[in-house]
Structure formats: C-alpha cells, structure tokens
C-alpha cells in the first residue's frame, strides 16, 4: 500500500519541488531627447570575491558598443565572446521587463548558500551610462528588494519567486 502512495504521489507531484529563483524585474525609462537610440543593458550575478556566477540576460544590438557597458566588458564581454552571443536578446525600448535567474552557475549547478551581487548595467549610444549594484543572500529565505531608478535605468526589483 505504501509504495502505490508513493507512486501516486510522485505521479501527481513531481519527482521534486520546483526551486527558488530570482525574478530580476528592470524598467527602462522612456527618455526625451532628439535621438534617441536603445539602451544596451546587461543583467549578471558575481558572488563576494567578485567573480562572475552567471549571466542571466545581455540585451545587445552591435557588438561595437558591447565596451560601453564597462563593467561588463571587464566581467565578461570581452573573455567569453560564445557565451555573452548566447545568452544576447534584441534591444529594448521603455518599459518593464522581467529576467530570470535560477540560482545556477553558467556550469548549471545550484550555487551554495551565501550572499551575492546583482548587477545591472545600461549604455545608450549618444546618451548616458549606469551601473546598479545590489547585494542579496542566497539561501532559501525571501528576498524582495528595490533600487531607486536612475537616468537610463528605472526602478529595478528583486523578488524570490517558485521556478517552473
């Protein structure tokens, strides 16, 4: 009888509960200016001796202007050109947008408990740069934090939320 409980459990549930992600919820402000072009924006995680975990998502349209995301260039545009191509998506106009991270490392292995920091990064051409930083721990517990908007970055959130 217990072993068909188990089955049935299984069968219902799921061989294992969904893991915790990171939802990473950025705004790009609607700018005005005479010409205006796309921000280039990228979105990774580095742990505390600030290395690169994993690279959640690079919104990037010529690979020319890649180097105007400084840190990012520095971090990881310029020694993983393969992964940086993989994880690139089109370039944004204004409006909120939502990336996910799956507490994995670019290996995809689930990184350890410990404390960690996001970045966010945007470039426009012929327009301004910022950089947002933001430290969060990692280790099952809820996270819901938000940075206040900057000029070429709006309000960024940071929510623990059930994977898929």
């Not at 919820?25 to 200016?33: D, M």
């Not at 796309?38 to 998502?57: F, G, H, K, S």
């Not at 393969?82 to 799956?102: E, I, N």
């Not at 945007?122 to 940075?147: C, H, M, P, Y």
Request: hydrophobic share 40%; with cysteine.
């Amino acid at each position: 009888m217990h072993k068909y409980l188990v089955a049935a459990l299984v069968l219902c549930c799921g061989t294992a509960m969904a893991q915790p992600e990171l939802e990473v919820q950025v705004e790009l402000p609607k700018i005005e200016t005479g010409t205006y072009h796309r921000p280039y924006v990228a979105v990774w995680i580095e742990d505390e001796q600030q290395q690169p975990v994993r690279l959640v998502e690079a919104w990037l349209d010529k690979p020319d202007w890649i180097k105007d995301l400084r840190r990012f260039w520095r971090k990881l545009g310029r020694s993983e050109p393969q992964l940086v191509d993989a994880r690139t998506g089109a370039t944004k106009g204004p409006g909120s947008y939502k990336v996910r991270w799956d507490g994995k490392d670019e290996q995809g292995k689930a990184v350890a408990a410990g404390n960690y920091v996001l970045f966010v990064e945007a470039a426009r051409e012929q327009g301004g740069r910022n950089l947002a930083k933001q430290e969060f721990t990692w280790d099952g517990s809820a996270v819901q934090i938000e940075i206040k908007a900057s000029t070429e970055l709006g309000k960024i959130k940071l929510t623990s939320v059930q994977g898929k």
